[in-house]
């Protein structure tokens, strides 16, 4: 083989690397501020909750130190699309707590726009052509942010009618669980 083939081989193998340590990041993550916010926290002594709460936040804070980068070469149009799909996904997340509901409608439009799988919410055109035009590496990101923000929603309203013990939820999160 080749020097330069070797070389290649070595460079994706290293991007494949950082992009799955990037993803490991966030998995971590999400998973210590889940165990920050879990219902079992309430039913533990206040001693082991502060115990866990300080453990959590201690490697909550270990985590954020790392800092992975994998950066994605763009032309002029991928980056304008790239641009346009985040502010679409960021002005759905900046109205989330005013309709949950709705919100979460949008989201699953806009992953229905980025995969075959999902056949339950409509597709999202404008935002598939977005997608579409970002480079592959974006698309993926993209996808993968709105999968954690819908799985996001899907958490915080179990937790919320598991403290409400008469199943009264407020009426955005009831109308959004109504529509499972």
């Known amino acids: 083989m080749c020097h330069s083939e070797e070389s290649k081989q070595r460079v994706e193998a290293l991007r494949e690397a950082g992009t ?9 993550l999400e998973m210590i501020q889940g165990v920050l916010t879990s219902q079992d926290m309430r039913q533990i002594s206040d001693g082991e909750r502060e115990e866990l709460s300080l453990t959590a936040n201690r490697l909550l804070g270990r985590t954020l130190t790392v800092q992975i ?8 149009h991928q980056q304008e699309c790239l641009l346009n799909a985040t502010k ?9 707590l005013e309709d949950v ?7 699953l439009s806009l992953q229905a ?17 977005l ?3 970002c480079a592959i590496e974006d698309q993926k990101k993209i996808k993968r942010r709105l999968e ?12 919320i009618s598991l403290l409400d013990p008469q199943g009264q939820m407020p009426p955005a999160l009831n109308n959004c669980s109504k529509q499972k």
């Open 131 to 133: 997608v579409i035009g």
């Open 69 to 76: 980068s994998v950066e994605t070469i763009r032309n002029p």
């Open 148 to 159: 954690t923000l819908i799985r996001k929603i899907d958490t915080s309203e179990k937790s």
């Open 113 to 129: 726009a980025c995969t075959s799988d999902v056949k339950s919410a409509p597709i999202d055109q404008k935002f598939q052509n």
């Open 20 to 28: 799955a340590m990037e993803q490991e990041k966030e998995i971590l």
């Open 88 to 96: 679409i996904i960021d002005d759905i997340v900046n109205k989330l």
């Open 101 to 107: 509901a709705a919100a979460k409608s949008q989201l």
